[in-house]
């Protein structure tokens, strides 16, 4: 079926039912407007997305704001010390009250009617409104707002959403040792990705290109040239580490929550012999975080959601927010964390720090922009997946579970 026969939600459904199970998608899902509003509204609205990190707004009247969908979310920290989050929409006639990405605001004022709210949403003042008229009827529309070690989400679903406890319970102990509750952000980068979000997390979810992709990811992490050579080879060389390390009491090897509404998974593994941390020839990037005391080498990483993922080493730490756009636009933005008394230029490089990623994700970026105009060519026909691929085969597959509505449970990590 192609971009153009599918048109609304009876032509959509039907291509749902004739995708094969392992195989990529049909071309509609990665270049069609109308699945692109029915992703947003079915799929990605639903999902506990990572924002930013707290250090972002470490003061009273600190906000950010933050674009997804057609919906601007304002995050501000009250005088209290707390965060809230509100639809960055004034009760009067529905204008924008902040346009900026980052600022200070001692109240949140319309620029259009001067409708003044306090930090926490309360409307505080409007002028000239009839006398029966009661200001606490009229508050900014809450968005719910969680953390977790200093990790920002937000939902802008009321309903259908997962249990963010049950999320945060799961990976508490993963991140916890690294002290992202004293954290600062050393730099952030965006990356625009022109193809389709789905594009983005397929790459993302799988390590089938990463010899032939990346060869400075390659260089850091030994799994990959050892994947190549035996699907799985790499467990035996996880569990001998795990012993080395019991003792730590920290989290070490895999783990997967096969949650049908917002599937994630944890894991704790080496990077490769001699190098402390994931840097260019392995030096440390900063001073160790939270409960490290010295360096076991290794690496954590959180797959969050389909949009929010987190890579944890002894010495800086590095969250990825993705952010589909339109049908073929996808923002990718990258925090790197470090140490909160940690100073640069002194302590860390940000060239240093940042390296890995901004590599890769370049790289990633010119691959997935290829991937999409493939996609586009008349010729284009989905094919079969690996077994490497199994990561991306399963985020697939749990993506028209719940384009449908359906709960299913998935295996997103195998050995």
């Not at 501000?76 to 965060?83: F, I, K």
């Not at 004034?90 to 930090?119: D, F, M, T």
């Amino acid at each position: 079926m192609m971009n153009s026969m599918v048109n609304n939600k009876k032509d959509i459904n039907a291509l749902i039912e004739q995708q094969r199970s392992g195989f990529c998608l049909d071309q509609a899902f990665y270049n069609n407007d109308e699945i692109f509003k029915i992703d947003l509204e079915r799929v990605l609205s639903r999902q506990w997305q990572f924002v930013d990190h707290e250090s972002r707004m470490p003061n009273p009247g600190d906000y950010i704001t933050y674009q997804f969908a057609n919906e601007s979310i304002i995050i501000v920290r009250d005088n209290n010390g707390e965060l809230h989050a509100h639809f960055n929409v004034c009760r009067h006639r529905g204008s924008r009250i902040c346009s900026e990405e980052q600022g200070n605001a001692k109240l949140l004022v319309c620029p259009y009617h001067a409708w003044v709210y306090e930090l926490n949403g309360n409307l505080r003042g409007a002028r000239q409104m009839p006398d029966d008229f009661n200001p606490d009827e009229y508050g900014l529309e809450p968005c719910r707002l969680e953390v977790i070690e200093g990790l920002v989400f937000i939902n802008i679903n009321e309903t259908d959403a997962a249990d963010f406890q049950q999320l945060a319970n799961n990976i508490r102990s993963f991140v916890m040792p690294h002290g992202l509750t004293k954290a600062k952000v050393a730099h952030t980068e965006k990356y625009t990705v022109n193809a389709n979000w789905k594009l983005v997390i397929e790459n993302f979810r799988e390590c089938y290109h990463c010899s032939p992709s990346h060869p400075e990811y390659a260089s850091v992490n030994a799994y990959v040239r050892i994947g190549d050579r035996e699907l799985g080879g790499y467990i035996p060389v996880v569990d001998e580490w795990k012993a080395k390390v019991a003792d730590s009491g920290r989290e070490a090897g895999f783990k997967n929550f096969p949650y049908a509404l917002q599937p994630h998974h944890a894991w704790r593994m080496p990077i490769k012999d001699g190098f402390k941390t994931a840097t260019k020839d392995g030096s440390p990037a900063g001073p160790l975080m939270g409960d490290f005391k010295e360096y076991d080498c290794a690496e954590t990483g959180v797959f969050f959601s389909a949009l929010s993922y987190f890579y944890l080493n002894n010495d800086y730490a590095t969250t990825f927010r993705i952010t589909p756009i339109s049908t073929n636009v996808t923002e990718v933005t990258i925090n790197w964390l470090v140490d909160e008394n940690a100073v640069e230029g002194t302590d860390y490089d940000v060239e240093h720090v940042k390296w890995l990623w901004d590599v890769t994700t370049i790289q990633d970026k010119q691959i997935v922009e290829e991937n999409q105009i493939g996609v586009n060519s008349s010729r284009y026909i989905p094919g079969p997946y690996s077994k490497r691929e199994y990561g991306t085969a399963d985020f697939i597959s749990w993506y028209l579970a719940r384009l449908q509505g359906k709960q299913e449970l998935r295996v997103v990590f195998r050995k």
